[in-house]
């Protein structure tokens, strides 16, 4: 696409309960991030994938956040037991090549409210 | 640890005046910079990069940084501001965006 999408743009959930974020990158495009947005804060780095291979994950912040992308195209966040401070905007960017050299284009973001 | 530091949160200018929003950074080699800017409610746009070369980069809607590594910053500029510049601006480091906290730009008119 011409785009980065993401889905869906809002997601309201009960605490405890597990959400998955979709995202779909820029076709062809090999590197894909998620990042994580709190209010009034800068992004924060979560993962980073290279074609399928998730070669980063050093931000997740807990072994309840995981991400796929099995066939190195559309990626998956999932947050299981999701507990009130995970409510942010996830953010989902992606790169023609690795390194970044070619700029990374991002996606409108998800807005996660757990309530 | 790489590091992206914005000094100034928030920052007033008035339409026409000139703007300089700071950045500054900590890593050992050359750094891949970025200046990112953010609408409200909308995803984050490249304005520039840096990577290597010349040190003063050119970007869209009339931007401009410098690389100074004397000083470890890589400060956006522009010359005249224009109402709908208001918007969240982030500076970012290395492959995997290490991201500062933005500097929120109020335009008056």
């Known amino acids: 696409g011409a785009g980065v999408s993401q889905s869906p743009r809002y997601k309201v959930a009960k605490r405890g309960q597990d959400v998955a974020l979709r995202c779909d990158p820029i076709?062809?495009?090999?590197?894909l991030f998620w990042y994580q947005q709190a209010l009034g804060q800068g992004p924060e780095f979560l993962t980073y994938f290279q074609n399928e291979a998730q070669l980063d994950k050093s931000g997740l912040p807990s072994d309840r956040f995981f991400a796929e992308r099995p066939e190195g195209s559309v990626s998956t966040l999932k947050i299981q037991r999701t507990q009130q401070e995970d409510s942010a905007v996830y953010l989902c960017a992606s790169s023609f090549r690795a390194g970044g050299i070619y700029g990374y284009t991002f996606g409108s973001g998800t807005r996660l409210t757990v309530v | 640890a790489q590091s992206v530091t914005q000094p100034d949160i928030h920052i007033t200018v008035s339409e026409g005046a000139s703007l300089e929003l700071r950045c500054n950074y900590s890593y050992g080699a050359t750094p891949y910079l970025f200046w990112y800017v953010q609408s409200p409610g909308q995803g984050l746009q490249l304005l520039l990069k840096?990577?290597?070369?010349?040190?003063l980069v050119q970007g869209i809607k009339g931007f401009e940084a410098e690389f100074k590594r004397s000083q470890s910053s890589f400060n956006l500029r522009k010359p005249s501001v224009h109402w709908s510049d208001a918007a969240e601006y982030f500076c970012?480091?290395?492959?995997?965006?290490?991201f500062g906290k933005g500097t929120l730009l109020t335009v008056n008119p």
């Open positions: 076709s062809g495009h090999v590197s």
């Open positions: 970012a480091g290395n492959y995997k965006l290490t």
């Open positions: 840096y990577f290597s070369g010349d040190t």
